[in-house]
């Protein structure tokens, strides 16, 4: 006899088999996600990339018949999950890599089993709605009047992007009356700059890049010495640019740059912006979160003149990967990139008032993020969101503070605006390339013993070492005993070495 519903277990629905086989999936999948968050003593089991590749040779032997969920489970689990990196661990202390809230994994499961897609109203009708109302309420929050408007994004790279996309856009329309949308660039887009500080962020150079303008259309600003932009030198490159004949046409102020979280002079930029009628996109994606912080917020004051703004959610607002947004002052811009689609978004929609939000993204079928942080805010409120962020940002001074106390080791970072703190081991001897050395080994050897995973980076051509410590659940406690474990490990390192060398 042939079944009715041959393929009612593998779906979601309102049948008995497509309930039960649900149940059966989530509950096994929390069971084993709970077993292994037990076993995480370390923030990372120390696998070897060459480990994990060997390890992995056998993952795709696909079934025909298809397996138990059960067994599948327990592969992944012995193969992939013990060896991803921890981000919930308080000792994973090294990118803009949050723990994410259970609030928002909540939202997570609502957002695959509804599996809205953004892009059509049709495809997302209480949804759009949602997204729309989460974009207003942020809009609102950085300072924005009725006029704004914004979308849901991947994160910092497509909205540092949509940003210069529009600046771009809106400079050729209203400077040489150019439609680059229809005509591609105008003969004078050789001549476009953009400005920002030498510590923005690489997709800066990236998007002039792909928006056809070159990564040598993007002017570096000096830095001070706490590595924010410096005005004198933002002028000074200004005037260059006019006398040369160039067209600057937008600044990218950095608000919390990726390596020392530090804040530009946004009003200040402002002020420069638009006196000399640039496009001002603030790049907040790391310290757009100070917003909810009362004791931070002053911070970002300014950041209400910009034209555009780049939040993420991924980073400093706790939310699984990915989710961001690209907030717009002048919501009426988005127009200069808005295609029209039959299937999609036709004009007759707009007539009607129908919202097709694919018109205001660079993405077609899109996921319906805005869940995740509207549940959040709701679930956690906006004080503890506040009271999360400063404790990271007290942290970080404790931190930095307590390295300056320690011979062994050098602060690079000066105060800490964010939540990053840069330094580096140094042996006393003052040999520039050994050190360098030895700060790389050190990141890596800790990575091998799973004990800490901390991040590395370059800073005037000395290796660096650095914290991240977005986890609000990370004690002074545990970087004192990752000092301790870097300080060891550096004179290990030195003694081997000089072994060698002897
Ligand atoms: C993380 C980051 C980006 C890139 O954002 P993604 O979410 O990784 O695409 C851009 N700018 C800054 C300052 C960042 O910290």
Redesign the pocket.
């Known amino acids: 006899m042939r079944k009715t519903d041959p393929f009612g277990g593998y779906f979601f629905h309102q049948g008995k088999s497509g309930l039960s086989a649900y149940e059966e999936a989530v509950r096994l999948t929390k069971e084993m996600l709970m077993a292994e968050v037990a076993t995480h003593l370390t923030p990372y089991s120390g696998k070897t990339p060459l480990e994990l590749e060997k390890a992995s040779q056998n993952l795709m032997l696909v079934s025909q018949k298809g397996e138990a969920i059960n067994d599948v489970l327990s592969d992944l689990q012995e193969t992939i999950l013990h060896h991803t990196v921890r981000v919930s661990h308080p000792k994973n202390i090294a990118h803009?890599h949050c723990p994410p809230l259970i609030a928002s994994l909540a939202a997570e499961m609502m957002i695959s089993v509804l599996n809205q897609s953004m892009d059509s109203w049709d495809q997302s009708p209480s949804a759009t709605y949602a997204e729309v109302e989460m974009v207003r309420w942020f809009c609102r929050k950085f300072g924005y009047s009725l006029a704004s408007d914004g979308i849901f994004t991947?994160?910092?790279?497509?909205?540092?992007y949509m940003g210069l996309l529009l600046a771009r856009d809106h400079f050729c329309q209203t400077q040489f009356k150019w439609d680059v949308q229809t005509k591609g660039l105008p003969r004078e887009a050789h001549r476009m700059r953009i400005l920002c500080s030498e510590n923005?962020?690489f997709?800066v150079r990236q998007s002039a890049a792909q928006l056809g303008l070159g990564e040598e259309a993007v002017i570096p600003v000096k830095t001070d010495e706490d590595f924010r932009l410096c005005l004198k030198d933002l002028d000074k490159k200004l005037n260059q640019l006019f006398e040369e004949g160039l067209f600057p046409f937008a600044i990218v102020a950095?608000?919390?740059?990726?390596d020392f979280g530090s804040i530009d002079p946004i009003a200040r930029i402002a002020e420069r912006a638009k006196k000399n009628q640039l496009w001002l996109h603030v790049?907040?994606?790391?310290?757009g979160a100070l917003i909810l912080s009362d004791r931070h917020r002053f911070k970002l004051h300014g950041i209400g003149e910009a034209d555009s703004i780049?939040v993420?959610f991924?980073?400093l607002f706790y939310q699984p990967?990915?989710c961001?947004a690209f907030l717009l002052k002048e919501g009426s811009h988005l127009q200069l990139i808005t295609l029209h689609a039959d299937y999609l978004n036709p004009k007759v929609d707009e007539w009607e008032g129908i919202v097709n939000l694919v018109g205001k993204s660079t993405q077609t079928t899109r996921r319906f993020d805005a869940l995740k942080i509207l549940a959040s805010l709701r679930i956690v409120g906006v004080e503890n969101f506040g009271k999360m962020i400063d404790h990271t940002i007290d942290l970080a001074n404790e931190v930095a503070n307590l390295i300056k106390g320690i011979p062994d080791f050098e602060v690079i970072t000066g105060t800490p605006e964010l939540n990053a703190v840069v330094f580096r081991y140094i042996t006393g001897m003052g040999d520039v390339d050994k050190e360098n050395q030895l700060n790389r080994e050190i990141q890596q050897s800790l990575l091998q013993q799973g004990s800490a995973v901390i991040a590395k980076t370059s800073v005037h051509g000395k290796t660096c070492l650095k914290f991240t410590l977005l986890n609000p659940r990370t004690k002074l406690s545990d970087v004192e005993e990752v000092l301790q474990e870097i300080s060891l490990l550096g004179k290990k390192l030195t003694v081997n070495k000089s072994d060698i060398a002897g």
């Open positions: 803009l991947s994160g910092g790279t497509q909205s540092n923005a962020h997709t950095t608000c919390g740059t990726t790049d907040a994606a790391y310290g780049a993420d991924h980073k990967i990915s961001g």
